[in-house]
């Protein structure tokens, strides 16, 4: 079509051509600009403006008040601009709207996230963030905008990420709670002994295409599937909807020389694992199963930590991430499974993201530390959960679980297990455990599972830590 189109129409192509030339001039010009972070990620005029506010102020009393996107307040590319802006404002007042029913702006995604941003250029002193909000219509934001802020200090705020994001929290009650999730350690925590977690990106669907066959509808001898990230959802392995096919043969041998190189860079997750394990092809990942998670996600979705431990002898696109352990055995990888998968992770992760589970947001979630014997319940529960036929066997039998599908009933109830343990083990209360489901996704139907987790929970809390 596209040839056809060359022919047919060339007033077109040149149209094309010069609006490609135009656009190349300015991310040429933004990318060399003065404008810290342009090079991460997508160049995008927004950061652009976002520097040019900031600089026109005067450095100490200047005021600025603008509608920014939410990616300002969480993406990796504006990193910069947030540290500069949590450093030197006193105070940054920040308000968040959600586009539901496009309610503020009719030709922008009705799931996208907007601020309204108000601060003065002054050091930072004291509790100097204040964050509302979300408000997902005209008559909430009347009626609730008025309250007392979210009020927080900038050196805390600073820490919760390693892009200085800023979280959305539904209500005043919601900081408490937030607060507790956060006294955990980070997912990516290293002290050189307990169990150690990497994401990393395994092939990407433009760059190794030529390694993939995406034409054949049937999967051809000898091939393995390659995942998308619609290839899998949260407890479901396998939705049979792949991306391409791949020879192991070809592939296998292509990862394990990105392995080699990456061995030697300080950077790359290949660099905490001894030679000796990176030197053999049956060491490398795809021969297992492995927990992966969507890139794609929104905290408006339904879930926004969607992920699974997908199953032997398939290969990944960079759509979905998995996690390398430099440490740590199978039992290790259920307990993260269950954590990752529970609702109280699910809310706190709806904090910070909007469109994408980045890895500067995946590394630091908060992983409930193993020093509660209960941990070992969300092993025996995530564990059964996820080996869900025969290509789990050697995976279950690690961990010491059955393996084979569960009725739809007794998934249920290990589903509304896992929330209660998991929500003992961050250190919560009852109350605080309502307060997730009642907060965790507009409009979502939640009596039923409310009424039977709280009862768990209670079970749980009767047993010896």
């Known amino acids: 079509m596209i040839a056809k189109l060359r022919r047919q129409r060339p007033d077109l192509v040149q149209f094309y051509e010069k609006e490609v030339a135009e656009t190349e001039a300015t991310r040429k010009a933004l990318v060399t600009g003065p404008y810290p972070g342009m090079g991460t990620g997508d160049p995008d005029l927004y950061k652009a403006f976002c520097w040019r506010f900031l600089n026109l102020l005067a450095r100490e009393g200047g005021w600025l008040g603008v509608v920014l996107p939410r990616s300002a307040f969480n993406a990796k590319g504006s990193t910069d601009f947030r540290q500069a802006v949590l450093e030197n404002s006193n105070p940054l007042d920040v308000t968040m709207l959600v586009n539901n029913r496009q309610w503020i702006f009719p030709e922008v995604h009705p799931q996208y996230t907007i601020g309204l941003v108000a601060l003065s250029r002054n050091k930072a002193d004291g509790k100097s963030v204040r964050l509302r909000g979300p408000f997902r219509s005209l008559e909430r934001f009347h009626a609730e905008a008025a309250a007392p802020p979210a009020e927080f200090p900038a050196p805390e705020v600073i820490g919760w990420t390693d892009s200085a994001s800023l979280p959305l929290l539904p209500t005043e009650e919601s900081l408490e709670i937030f607060t507790q999730l956060r006294k955990a350690p980070r997912l990516d925590f290293n002290d050189g002994r307990s169990w150690r977690v990497r994401p990393h990106r395994e092939l990407d669907a433009t760059n190794d295409k ?10 051809p001898r000898g091939f393995w599937p390659v995942f998308k990230d619609e290839s899998f959802d ?21 990862l394990q020389s990105t392995r080699l190189r990456g061995a030697g860079n300080r950077k790359s997750p290949f660099s905490e694992f001894s ?7 049956d060491t490398a990942p795809p021969n297992f199963a492995r927990i992966a998670f969507r890139d794609v996600s929104r905290a408006t979705d339904c ?4 992920l699974a431990l997908v199953p032997p002898k398939i290969f990944i696109t960079n759509q979905a991430p998995y996690s390398l352990w430099p440490r740590g ?11 990752l998968c529970s609702l109280p992770l699910d809310w706190y992760a709806r904090r910070f993201v ?7 947001v995946f590394n630091p979630l908060p992983r409930p530390a193993r020093d509660d014997a209960r941990w070992q319940r969300v092993v025996q529960l995530a564990g059964r959960l ?5 290509r789990f066997a050697a995976w279950a039998q690690a961990v010491g679980v059955p393996c084979g599908p569960l009725d739809a009933l007794e998934k249920q109830a290990h589903l509304h297990e896992l929330d209660a343990v998991v929500a003992h083990l961050y250190g919560l209360t009852e109350r605080q455990l309502i307060h997730l489901f009642e907060t965790f996704h507009e409009g979502w139907d939640y009596q039923d599972r409310l009424e039977v987790t709280p009862e768990h929970f209670h079970v749980w809390g009767k047993q010896r830590a």
Not at 238 to 246: E, L
Not at 275 to 281: A, E, N, Q, T
Request: glycine share 2%; with cysteine; charged share 35%.
């Open 275 to 281: 030679r000796d394990v990176l030197r053999k092809v």
């Open 354 to 360: 909007e469109t994408h589970m980045n890895f500067c």
């Open 303 to 306: 879930r926004t930590m969607r």
């Open 210 to 219: 030529e390694l993939l066959d995406v034409k054949s509808a049937d999967k």
């Open 329 to 339: 055995d199978e039992h290790d990888q259920a307990y993260l499974l269950g954590v």
């Open 386 to 390: 996820a080996a869900v036929d025969d």
């Open 234 to 254: 949260l407890w479901e392995p396998d939705t049979s909807s792949y991306y391409a096919w791949a020879d192991p043969k070809i592939v296998l041998l292509e």
